[in-house]
């Protein structure tokens, strides 16, 4: 490793707030095998206010219920799948392991010899005596719910056939997914992103996808020519639209700005690993924020329990970040050049913009970023600075971007110059500035990438601002970028006019000091509104000259 690599390394892991991407560990990883539990029978049971007594009472030292309603919620009656689990440690040659589990009308292969046993719900469940080892035996079992549900996380087997309930016809499906075996545990230190050997690192960011528990319905498709189209089922499209976009770009990294799922709907779960999977299936990394809805609703999960959720998938570099921060996803990332360098050359933030707020005043209204999430920033921005003077970085081009979902209220600001792209509905920002757009000025962040408003899709710049205390050096500006909403669960229409779905496409080049950005749109075959932001380090302007360099 080269002198200034190691310096950099040295002053950036002893600062106040790491970034990830840090150096990997010297010494080799390895996975002690701690005891596991492993499932011994699972059954469903249904709950009704008028019957009593119910037809199982599970005992509670024994079964645990896996906590999603069977129903969603929308029948008189409750039903709960139970699992029980014993530890692995216990175990004795005569108990009973599950080791495969079924469903249907009958019992698979019965010419087999297998003894497949009967549960409610269709299920078939095989058992046999406990042999040692666990390695064939199911250790967990979940649920998720609709005909187009997916399970990207490694080695968990999701059943093609839902559950036998009776439920509406409109009630999404529940599918049984079952883990045989040990999961296999996420290495420590995670591949670190790196640019390509032509100093180039490409970003997709997708926005609002929207995703619902079941297909959901788009009401406001256009086709190729902005004809209207009649209503379909939502999620499958935007699933399609996001391969799509991936298999033309082929990114380095996607970044999720928010509204990931639908408010109120009853499986937070099931849409989230619809919105990741086509990026795990392409093996591409990816981080996330969240938005305003995607924790709305009664039965929606906290934003802390589906952080935990994207922090356990393949390909996730997602963080909660610091206790201290409001929010939850306040992170950073840093982009390496080739290997076997260590050496940042571009850094990445995110950061929760949090949600809706009563207000008597402004509605809707949005909690703005918060003072300790400015001081995160500044902090974090201004240690790794100083890491790469210390580090003797003779690369002077180091590109910042972040990434939230609401658009600060400088997205509306009436002296706002749009530079491409379009404003096609009003911008919904916090009422209260909290003048994070200066932090992002004082931290050299060259862009702001964001979503909520799906309509919106421009790159703008606001004037150039002069320091205080009677230093005349213009600061520099920060380009304020609206990604578009990419999910047909959203809405893509304003005014009676209907829009195509969109994605935003960023692509550094850190041998020019360079950013450009361009739009991929439903339809079109080629890059939409393509624009050079940074050219040698400076922000510029395409009506003018070169506005300032970068920090």
């Given at each position: 490793m080269p002198a200034s690599d190691s310096s950099f390394l040295l002053q950036s892991c002893s600062s106040q707030e790491r970034c990830l991407q840090m150096a990997p560990s010297s010494t080799p990883h390895t996975t002690a095998t701690v005891p596991h539990s492993v499932v011994t029978d699972l059954t469903v049971c249904i709950f009704s206010p008028t019957v009593s007594p119910p037809n199982c009472e599970p005992d509670p030292r024994i079964w645990h219920r896996i906590e999603k309603e069977l129903y969603l919620y929308t029948a008189q009656q409750t039903a709960w799948l139970y699992v029980a689990l014993a530890n692995e440690e216990e175990l004795a040659a005569e108990d009973l392991l599950v080791m495969d589990v079924r469903v249907g009308d009958s019992p698979?292969?019965?010419?087999?010899?297998?003894?497949?046993?009967?549960?409610?719900?269709?299920?078939?469940?095989?058992?046999?005596?406990?042999?040692?080892?666990?390695?064939q035996?199911?250790?967990?079992?979940?649920?998720?719910?609709?005909?187009?549900?997916?399970?990207?996380?490694?080695?968990?087997a999701l059943m093609r056939l839902s559950l036998q309930l009776n439920a509406q016809p409109n009630?999404?499906?529940?599918?049984?997914?079952?883990?045989?075996?040990?999961?296999?545990?996420?290495?420590?230190?995670?591949?670190?992103?790196?640019?390509?050997?032509?100093g180039k690192f490409k970003i997709v960011q997708i926005s609002d996808t929207h995703m619902v528990t079941g297909v959901g319905v788009c009401k406001d498709a256009i086709d190729a020519h902005g004809k209207n189209l009649p209503e379909s089922e939502a999620d499958p499209?935007?699933?399609?639209?996001?391969?799509?976009?991936?298999?033309?770009?082929?990114?380095?990294?996607?970044?999720?700005?928010?509204?990931?799922?639908?408010?109120?709907i009853p499986d937070s779960q099931?849409?989230?690993?619809?919105?990741?999977?086509?990026?795990?299936?392409?093996?591409?990394?990816?981080?996330?924020?969240?938005?305003?809805?995607?924790?709305?609703?009664?039965?929606?999960?906290?934003?802390?329990?589906?952080?935990?959720?994207?922090?356990?998938?393949?390909?996730?570099?997602?963080?909660?970040?610091?206790?201290?921060?409001?929010?939850?996803?306040?992170?950073?990332l840093q982009v390496l050049a080739p290997a076997p360098s260590q050496l940042p050359l571009s850094t990445l933030y995110f950061l929760d913009s949090h949600g809706q707020i009563p207000s008597k005043t402004h509605k809707p209204d949005y909690?703005?970023?918060?003072?300790?999430?400015?001081?995160?920033?500044?902090?974090?921005?201004?240690a790794q600075r100083s890491a790469r003077v210390k580090g003797d970085n003779d690369n002077r081009f180091h590109l910042?971007?972040?990434?939230?979902?609401?658009?600060?209220?400088?997205?509306?600001?009436?002296?706002?110059?749009?530079?491409?792209?379009?404003?096609?509905?009003?911008?919904?920002?916090?009422?209260?500035?909290?003048?994070?757009?200066?932090?992002?000025?004082?931290?050299?962040i060259s862009a702001l990438g964001c979503g909520h408003d799906h309509v919106n899709d421009f790159c703008a710049l606001?004037?150039?601002q002069t320091q205080q205390d009677g230093d005349k050096t213009p600061q520099p500006g920060v380009w304020l970028c609206y990604g578009g909403g990419s999910g047909f669960g959203g809405y893509c229409s304003y005014g009676g006019m209907r829009f195509h779905r969109r994605t935003r496409v960023w692509e550094l080049d850190t041998s020019t000091g360079s950013l450009k950005t361009w739009k991929r749109v439903e339809y079109a075959m080629n890059r939409v509104d393509e624009l050079m932001l940074v050219e040698s380090g400076a922000v510029v302007d395409p009506l003018g000259k070169m506005m300032t360099e970068a920090m």
């Amino acid at each position: 490793m080269p002198a200034s690599d190691s310096s950099f390394l040295l002053q950036s892991c002893s600062s106040q707030e790491r970034c990830l991407q840090m150096a990997p560990s010297s010494t080799p990883h390895t996975t002690a095998t701690v005891p596991h539990s492993v499932v011994t029978d699972l059954t469903v049971c249904i709950f009704s206010p008028t019957v009593s007594p119910p037809n199982c009472e599970p005992d509670p030292r024994i079964w645990h219920r896996i906590e999603k309603e069977l129903y969603l919620y929308t029948a008189q009656q409750t039903a709960w799948l139970y699992v029980a689990l014993a530890n692995e440690e216990e175990l004795a040659a005569e108990d009973l392991l599950v080791m495969d589990v079924r469903v249907g009308d009958s019992p698979p292969n019965p010419s087999s010899g297998h003894s497949w046993e009967s549960r409610p719900g269709g299920i078939w469940v095989l058992r046999s005596k406990f042999s040692g080892m666990i390695d064939q035996a199911v250790t967990e079992v979940d649920v998720l719910f609709g005909m187009d549900a997916v399970d990207p996380r490694p080695q968990w087997a999701l059943m093609r056939l839902s559950l036998q309930l009776n439920a509406q016809p409109n009630v999404p499906v529940a599918r049984l997914s079952v883990l045989h075996g040990r999961a296999k545990t996420r290495p420590d230190a995670r591949a670190a992103l790196r640019v390509r050997e032509d100093g180039k690192f490409k970003i997709v960011q997708i926005s609002d996808t929207h995703m619902v528990t079941g297909v959901g319905v788009c009401k406001d498709a256009i086709d190729a020519h902005g004809k209207n189209l009649p209503e379909s089922e939502a999620d499958p499209l935007t699933v399609d639209f996001i391969g799509r976009i991936l298999d033309v770009e082929k990114p380095d990294l996607v970044v999720l700005t928010g509204d990931q799922l639908h408010h109120d709907i009853p499986d937070s779960q099931s849409a989230l690993f619809k919105v990741v999977a086509p990026i795990i299936e392409r093996s591409i990394p990816f981080a996330a924020v969240f938005g305003n809805h995607d924790s709305e609703g009664i039965h929606a999960l906290s934003r802390t329990v589906q952080m935990s959720i994207l922090q356990n998938l393949p390909f996730s570099l997602c963080e909660s970040g610091p206790e201290h921060v409001d929010g939850i996803g306040n992170f950073c990332l840093q982009v390496l050049a080739p290997a076997p360098s260590q050496l940042p050359l571009s850094t990445l933030y995110f950061l929760d913009s949090h949600g809706q707020i009563p207000s008597k005043t402004h509605k809707p209204d949005y909690d703005p970023i918060k003072q300790s999430q400015i001081d995160w920033f500044l902090d974090t921005s201004q240690a790794q600075r100083s890491a790469r003077v210390k580090g003797d970085n003779d690369n002077r081009f180091h590109l910042s971007l972040a990434f939230l979902h609401i658009p600060l209220p400088e997205f509306g600001d009436r002296r706002l110059s749009i530079r491409n792209g379009h404003r096609r509905e009003p911008s919904e920002t916090p009422s209260f500035n909290s003048h994070f757009y200066d932090a992002l000025v004082k931290g050299g962040i060259s862009a702001l990438g964001c979503g909520h408003d799906h309509v919106n899709d421009f790159c703008a710049l606001l004037p150039q601002q002069t320091q205080q205390d009677g230093d005349k050096t213009p600061q520099p500006g920060v380009w304020l970028c609206y990604g578009g909403g990419s999910g047909f669960g959203g809405y893509c229409s304003y005014g009676g006019m209907r829009f195509h779905r969109r994605t935003r496409v960023w692509e550094l080049d850190t041998s020019t000091g360079s950013l450009k950005t361009w739009k991929r749109v439903e339809y079109a075959m080629n890059r939409v509104d393509e624009l050079m932001l940074v050219e040698s380090g400076a922000v510029v302007d395409p009506l003018g000259k070169m506005m300032t360099e970068a920090m």
